[in-house]
């Protein structure tokens, strides 16, 4: 069982940045690939960038490539989402996500990922 704490979201100008964390329980967090979905209002919940389990791998969706940096640090059990140059269209609810398929290659669709937390509000003022 993985316990997933987002925190960080909060209201922000555009151009501006900010930075997600997301604290997982469990000993095994260190072998899994983790994402970073969103979900704005009144549509459907979309990725945004993931890592594999040694960090040495990550994906992003094209809409945040260039402005938005994934992370983990494997001893503290925490994943990081620094998003910069944001954009009013990045409102959202962001969600951290866990693929408990132990050592997999990282993938960025939402039904491998089986954990999940209870979401961050980012808002991006224009």
């Known amino acids: 069982q993985v316990q997933l704490v987002e925190s960080g979201g909060g209201l922000v100008q555009a151009g501006g940045s900010l930075r997600l964390s997301c604290a997982a329980s469990?000993?095994?967090?260190?072998?899994?690939?983790m994402g970073w979905f969103r979900q704005a209002p009144g549509k459907e919940r979309e990725f945004v960038a993931a890592?594999?389990?040694?960090?040495?791998?990550?994906v992003y969706a094209d809409s945040v490539k260039g402005r938005f940096i994934i992370s983990r640090d494997n001893a503290k059990n925490t994943i990081y989402l620094q998003m910069n140059s944001l954009k009013p269209e990045d409102t959202a609810v962001y969600y951290c996500?866990?693929?408990?398929?132990?050592?997999?290659?990282?993938?960025?669709?939402?039904?491998?990922?089986?954990?999940w937390g209870q979401g961050t509000q980012v808002t991006v003022s224009s």
């Open positions: 890592i594999s389990w040694s960090g040495g791998s990550t």
């Open positions: 469990g000993r095994t967090f260190s072998s899994y690939a």
């Open positions: 996500a866990a693929d408990s398929r132990r050592f997999a290659v990282v993938v960025s669709t939402l039904l491998m990922y089986d954990y």
